[in-house]
Structures are given as C-alpha cells and as structure tokens.
C-alpha cells in the first residue's frame, strides 16, 4: 500500500505538470487560432494561401485535441464524500505508518474522539494523512512525539460560507484532525512556500514537494480547509477541518 501511495503522489506530479503546461499552452494556441481565422477572411488571399491556412487550422486542431486527449488522462479524480467514521479514516493510515515511526524511535499517539462522522472521501484522506504522518516523521528524530487528534467543534461563520459550490452539506459542525509533531520545525518563509508545487527541502530523490500542495487541493475539494503552523525548534502542527457530525446525528 506504501508503493502504491509514492506511485499514486508520483502520478500525480506527471498530472500536475501536465495540466500546467497544457494551461500555458492553450492560451497561445487559442490566440494563434483565432488570428488564423481572421487572416483567411483577409481580402485578397489567393486560394494558395487559402489552402495553406487550412493546412495551418487543420494541425492546430490536432494540437488542441492532443493536449486536451493528455488534460483528461491526468486530471485527478474529483472526490466522492461520504459520512465515514472518525476511527476508520485513522486507524489504516495509523497501521501503515507505525513500522517507519518505531524504526526511527518516533512515538506516534492517536486521539481520536468516538462516533464522529467526517465527510471524506476515504482514499483521498488517507493519503492526505500519508502525506501528513511522513512530513511529521521526516522532520522529527528519535525520541520525538507525533499526534494525530480528531475532535469535533462548532463551525466558524467563515467556515459555513461556500457549501453549495463544493456540494458540501451545510452543516453547524466540522471535525478536525490535527497532525502535530515535536520535530525541527519550518522557517517562516517556508511556511507558505511549502504549499507551492515541487518546494522541497529534501534531497533529490527522497522529496517530490507535492505532499503539502496536492493535500490542501484535496481538502479544498472536499469543501474543508488545510492549514499549518511551524516554528523553528518547537515543530509544526498541520490542521485539516471537514465537515464532521455526531455518528447519533439525524443528519447522516
Ligand atoms: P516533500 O515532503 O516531498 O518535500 P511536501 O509538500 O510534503 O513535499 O513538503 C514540502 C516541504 O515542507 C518539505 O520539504 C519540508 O521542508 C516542509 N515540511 C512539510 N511538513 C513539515 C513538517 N511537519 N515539519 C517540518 N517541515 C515540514
Ligand atoms: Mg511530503
């Protein structure tokens, strides 16, 4: 399940780079169509030059259809949320992880409160906490401590707006799962550039810089939130907020 993470956080940088090149592309290429359209409609193009502009037309579209063939094969799969419990989102990622921690001498302590519901696609958060409990381990040497709590509180005003455009429920409630670890902690300026693609710290090879930014993306598209705070010496705590509700809730 470990390599088919690292494969699928892999898969997804190709998709990113992919969906940002063909981005940059794209505005160019509709430009260039459309100054070709306007040429053959110049007047006196004689019908050589007509046969050259629909040579031109013609491979242009082959290049339109070809990026949006690579944009739809990459493009990450949307979430589906469901009401999935609390545990059940911890507990695997908890299984995976616990090997790696103990071989470095790293406590990782769960508390997670009972019968909550989190809106979550199950997968997606899986490998958002992944992601989260490797960065913690990274940064922490032995001896160190890493948490990972879920609780449940009312939501903010702020965090009400927007439902409708995510299709989240609108709810009163958002659960939290906190990833907080006792490790070296970031550097303020690193703090906002480590949610930018391909920022890594780490050596060639061990690091893709994608963790944080494809974690916040799935979130975001979960209708939730991904924050962190650091500071230097003390560690960082890394915050996801989704919508959450008691399991005995009549909403679920
Ligand atoms: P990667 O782990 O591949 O480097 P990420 O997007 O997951 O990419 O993280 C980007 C960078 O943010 C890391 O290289 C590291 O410098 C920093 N970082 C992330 N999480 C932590 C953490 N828990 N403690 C200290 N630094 C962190
Ligand atoms: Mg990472």
Redesign the pocket.
Known sequence: IKDKLARS?RLAAVGQLVASVAHEVGTPLHSIAWHVEALAEEPGVTPAMQKRIGIIDEQLNRVVRIIQDLLSSTRQRKPEPTWYPAERLIEPVVALMEPGYHAKGVTLHTAVASALLVWADAEKIHQVLV??L???L???GAGGHVTVAVTIRQASSEEMEGASCTGRPDLSTVVTLV?S?S????PRE?VE???QPF????AVG??????????REAVSAHGGRLT?E?EIGK??T?TVVLPGLPSDSAVA
């Open positions: 956080e992601n989260l490797s960065n913690a990274a940064a922490t990833v670890d490790g070296c902690g970031m690193d550039r480590a949610f920022f890594t710290t780490k061990k690091g893709t810089g994608l963790g944080l930014f494809l974690s962190l650091s560690g960082t890394v």
